[in-house]
């Protein structure tokens, strides 16, 4: 979180620094030039002086003269080296060596770009007599230009830190004292949520009005404290009644969701019992057939008056009878197994491995009364060797759901029509589709389809509570997802995605 204290510190050192910075910039630039305006009327002079008395030392042969003129001149800061030359011979030199100065010896210095050249005339002679090379350094320059910039980065130094401390007492004074109470009287009025305490007026012009403002708004606030307090009694109690009423739906909710549960294996009982009807009569016709014709049999033998021809018609019969009582039999028990496993799947909720296409195919066994009537088709499309580990009831349910609402909804009555239940294998996951060709779902009513209640049957039967057992069971008890696609007048598709392995907990939820 910023600071106001070190904010207004780092825009004064900016601004501080900036300014004395550019001042101390001009002011190098004026004494830089100024010093080489020095350095440059110094070598001038130097020159002029070194054209007036060298002519006669060098015309004369004076080297003891010209060794003191060359001491003299070597003492200026600026000159680094001076080199007299007689006919293009050095005659006479001297050298700075660190604060040393001392003769030439040896070759000269080699001219640099701050070497000067003149030659030497002797009383009006146009033929030079000689010549001299003088060697300058701006040394003496950098150190003032340094020594500048030290008393100016000093300056710069002990003006911030002097303007640092002024401003920071006087930030703290002026501002961080009256805001620090200002945060300690909010703090107390934020602790006391019952009681908010009004605050005394600031000495200080700039907060009266601030605190002023809190005074009044801690009048309102206990105004809205004392009236929130009567209006969280009332909604407390609304709460508890909602929660009562919510708590009462639910459990209505759960009551009709496990009624529709067993209406739906009520009607699987019945039409079970209904097509058991069929095959149990047959058995009866034929074993009574066979009794009689066993019967006439029997008294033929004992009179012994039996003849050919009643031995071939009795066998005839009899295998005719047994050949019926054995495939209706074999009818009856296929429908009551089939029947079994799936009452017994629905009822007992109970997580086992399972093979899908026959646990599909033994559950649309056991609805093929409920289509009897009908000019409905069913297909089950279900590769063989999917093997599960879920929970079958769940599923059964799921496709009893699909095609009690699919014969309430997709069809008219003595409508034809066809419905698909095809799986796929994916990884871990399995893919089942239940489509019809029927007359497809509103789009208004796509997005509702799963709510509890929601039906557009409400009088004719339709609770609204199958496909959002439904929902419930793929979602929670198989642990996957389900979509839904309809177009109106082409037909309904639900797509369930399910795991092989059920959750553990899955049952519970179902």
């Given at each position: 979180m910023n600071s106001i204290r070190q904010h207004l510190n780092i825009l004064l050192v900016c601004v501080v620094t900036i300014v004395l910075a550019a001042s101390g910039g001009y002011s190098y630039w004026r004494a830089e030039r100024d010093l080489r305006n020095n350095m440059e009327q110094y070598s001038k002079a130097l020159e002029n002086r070194l054209k007036t008395v060298l002519p006669n030392l060098i015309w004369n042969f004076d080297d003891e003269q010209l060794a003191k003129v060359l001491d003299a001149e070597m003492s200026l800061s600026y000159v680094n080296a001076i080199v007299v030359y007689n006919n293009n011979l050095p005659l006479a030199g001297?050298?700075?060596?660190?604060?040393?100065?001392?003769?030439?010896?040896?070759?000269?210095?080699?001219?640099?770009?701050?070497?000067?050249?003149?030659?030497?005339?002797?009383?009006?002679?146009?033929?030079?007599?000689?010549?001299?090379?003088?060697?300058?350094?701006?040394?003496p320059v950098q150190a003032a230009l340094r020594q500048q910039i030290i008393e100016r980065v000093i300056e710069i130094v002990l003006l911030v830190i002097i303007l640092l401390i002024a401003l920071s007492r006087s930030v703290t004074i002026a501002i961080m004292r009256p805001l620090d109470e200002l945060r300690d009287?909010?703090?107390?009025?934020?602790?006391?949520k019952d009681n908010i305490q009004s605050i005394q007026?600031?000495?200080?012009?700039?907060?009266?009005d601030v605190m002023a403002g809190f005074n009044r708004i801690a009048e309102?606030?206990?105004?809205?404290?004392?009236?929130?307090?009567?209006?969280?009694?009332?909604?407390?109690?609304?709460?508890?009644?909602?929660?009562?009423?919510?708590?009462?739906?639910?459990?209505?909710?759960?009551?009709?969701?496990?009624?529709?549960?067993?209406?739906?294996?009520?009607?699987?009982?019945?039409?079970?019992?209904?097509?058991?009807?069929?095959?149990?009569?047959?058995?009866?016709?034929?074993?009574?057939?066979?009794?009689?014709?066993?019967?006439?049999?029997?008294?033929?033998?004992?009179?012994?008056?039996?003849?050919?021809?009643?031995?071939?018609?009795?066998?005839?019969?009899?295998?005719?009878?047994?050949?019926?009582?054995?495939?209706?039999?074999?009818?009856?028990?296929?429908?009551?197994?089939?029947?079994?496993?799936v009452a017994v799947d629905q009822t007992s909720e109970a997580r086992r491995d399972f093979e899908l296409n026959s646990y599909l195919n033994e559950i649309i066994t056991s609805l093929r009364p409920t289509l009897k009537h009908t000019a409905?088709?069913?297909?089950?499309?279900?590769?063989?060797?999917?093997?599960?580990?879920?929970?079958?009831?769940?599923?059964?349910?799921?496709?009893?759901?699909?095609?009690?609402?699919?014969?309430?909804?997709?069809?008219?009555?003595?409508?034809?029509?066809?419905?698909?239940?095809?799986?796929?294998?994916?990884?871990p996951m399995v893919?089942?589709?239940?489509?019809?060709?029927?007359?497809?779902?509103?789009?208004?009513?796509?997005?509702?389809?799963?709510d509890p209640f929601f039906t557009t049957k409400r009088g004719s039967g339709g609770s609204g509570l199958g496909l959002n057992i439904?929902?419930?069971?793929?979602?929670?008890?198989?642990?996957?997802?389900?979509?839904?696609?309809?177009?109106?007048?082409?037909?309904?598709s639900f797509v369930v995605c399910i795991p092989k392995a059920g959750p553990r907990d899955g049952g519970s939820d179902s």
């Amino acid at each position: 979180m910023n600071s106001i204290r070190q904010h207004l510190n780092i825009l004064l050192v900016c601004v501080v620094t900036i300014v004395l910075a550019a001042s101390g910039g001009y002011s190098y630039w004026r004494a830089e030039r100024d010093l080489r305006n020095n350095m440059e009327q110094y070598s001038k002079a130097l020159e002029n002086r070194l054209k007036t008395v060298l002519p006669n030392l060098i015309w004369n042969f004076d080297d003891e003269q010209l060794a003191k003129v060359l001491d003299a001149e070597m003492s200026l800061s600026y000159v680094n080296a001076i080199v007299v030359y007689n006919n293009n011979l050095p005659l006479a030199g001297r050298i700075k060596r660190g604060d040393q100065i001392t003769p030439l010896q040896g070759k000269p210095p080699v001219a640099t770009s701050k070497s000067m050249e003149f030659p030497v005339f002797y009383a009006g002679n146009p033929q030079a007599i000689g010549k001299v090379t003088i060697e300058l350094t701006d040394a003496p320059v950098q150190a003032a230009l340094r020594q500048q910039i030290i008393e100016r980065v000093i300056e710069i130094v002990l003006l911030v830190i002097i303007l640092l401390i002024a401003l920071s007492r006087s930030v703290t004074i002026a501002i961080m004292r009256p805001l620090d109470e200002l945060r300690d009287k909010l703090n107390q009025a934020a602790e006391q949520k019952d009681n908010i305490q009004s605050i005394q007026e600031s000495r200080y012009v700039e907060f009266a009005d601030v605190m002023a403002g809190f005074n009044r708004i801690a009048e309102r606030l206990m105004a809205d404290i004392t009236e929130k307090s009567h209006a969280a009694a009332e909604m407390r109690q609304a709460k508890e009644s909602a929660e009562t009423a919510y708590r009462q739906l639910k459990e209505a909710q759960s009551s009709l969701v496990q009624s529709e549960k067993m209406a739906s294996l009520g009607n699987l009982v019945a039409g079970v019992a209904h097509e058991i009807n069929t095959p149990v009569g047959v058995i009866v016709t034929s074993a009574s057939v066979l009794v009689d014709e066993t019967l006439q049999f029997r008294k033929a033998l004992e009179s012994n008056a039996l003849k050919k021809s009643e031995v071939l018609q009795y066998s005839t019969v009899a295998e005719q009878s047994s050949n019926l009582i054995l495939a209706n039999a074999e009818r009856a028990a296929n429908l009551i197994q089939s029947f079994k496993r799936v009452a017994v799947d629905q009822t007992s909720e109970a997580r086992r491995d399972f093979e899908l296409n026959s646990y599909l195919n033994e559950i649309i066994t056991s609805l093929r009364p409920t289509l009897k009537h009908t000019a409905i088709e069913v297909n089950c499309d279900c590769p063989e060797g999917i093997r599960m580990d879920s929970y079958p009831g769940a599923l059964s349910q799921i496709i009893t759901n699909f095609l009690t609402n699919a014969m309430a909804h997709a069809f008219e009555p003595g409508q034809s029509g066809h419905i698909r239940i095809a799986a796929e294998e994916e990884g871990p996951m399995v893919t089942l589709s239940f489509s019809d060709d029927g007359k497809g779902i509103a789009s208004e009513h796509l997005s509702r389809i799963f709510d509890p209640f929601f039906t557009t049957k409400r009088g004719s039967g339709g609770s609204g509570l199958g496909l959002n057992i439904v929902y419930n069971l793929v979602t929670q008890t198989l642990g996957g997802t389900i979509f839904v696609n309809s177009q109106p007048g082409i037909g309904t598709s639900f797509v369930v995605c399910i795991p092989k392995a059920g959750p553990r907990d899955g049952g519970s939820d179902s």
